[in-house]
T-cell receptor, first 108, second 112 residues
Framework: GQSLEQPSEVTAVEGAIVQINCTYQ??????LSWYQQHDGGAPTFLSY????GLEETGRFSSFLSRSDSYGYLLLQELQMKDSASYFC?????????FGQGTELSVKP | NAGVTQTPKFQVLKTGQSMTLQCAQD?????MYWYRQDPGMGLRLIYY???????DKGEVPNGYNVSRLNKREFSLRLESAAPSQTSVYFC???????????FGPGTRLTVT
């Protein structure tokens, strides 16, 4: 089986940096993805890590350590529009298994 | 280029009724997926189709059936709806890499 753990809630202020962690247990691992979902909206793809290290896309970066079964999403220069739920997901057997999500609240 | 489209956007069913949720993608993706999302929860995979002509069960397939009609379309059928199937249903597609999926806007289903 597989399981993913991420914090349920994170709060930060506008302009700050926030890190959302994700630990996973899976029988076969191919990669870790991150998705953003605004209230009432559809999930949107943010990043994917198959290899150890940091991937940067604008204000967002994602990190993976396969030996530690751990990854994180780093959001810099936080904006109010970044308030959303963030999901990590692992690829197993050609499909994605999602975590429960982290609700990020950005305060002015 | 509409991406992934789903119909209907909203639906209310009575227990025991049946319905089909439609999904289509215009990105020429090989793989398509159906998820459900309950309040405050992550997405749970119902069924997926790795390529045209194949379908496989996900985490929560009971009470559902799917049809991969062609490369573009993947439908989800509830044969006898139950209140436990009240949820938001998302369809998604991916080219090859399952980690990068594109989602439709969702169908909000209520079963009374």
């Amino acid at each position: 089986g597989q399981s993913l753990e991420q914090p349920s809630e994170v709060t930060a202020v506008e302009g700050a940096i926030v890190q959302i962690n994700c630990t996973y247990q899976t029988s076969g691992f191919y990669g870790l993805s991150w998705y953003q979902q605004h209230d009432g909206g559809a999930p949107t793809f943010l990043s994917y890590n198959a290899l150890d290290g940091l991937e940067e896309t604008g204000r967002f970066s994602s990190f993976l350590s396969r030996s530690d079964s751990y990854g994180y999403l780093l959001l810099q220069e936080l904006q109010m529009k970044d308030s959303a739920s963030y999901f990590c997901a692992v690829i197993e057997g050609g499909k994605l298994i999602f975590g429960q999500g982290t609700e990020l609240s950005v305060k002015p | 280029n509409a991406g992934v489209t789903q119909t209907p956007k909203f639906q209310v069913l009575k227990t025991g009724q049946s319905m089909t949720l439609q999904c289509a993608q215009d990105m020429n993706h090989n793989s398509m997926y159906w998820y459900r999302q309950d309040p405050g929860m992550g997405l749970r995979l119902i069924y997926y189709s790795a390529s045209e002509g194949t379908t496989d069960k996900g985490e929560v397939p009971n009470g559902y059936n799917v049809s991969r009609l062609n490369k573009r379309e993947f439908s989800l059928r509830l044969e006898s709806a139950a209140p436990s199937q009240t949820s938001v249903y998302f369809c998604a597609s991916s080219e090859v890499l399952a980690g990068e999926q594109y989602f439709g806007p969702g169908t909000r289903l209520t079963v009374t």
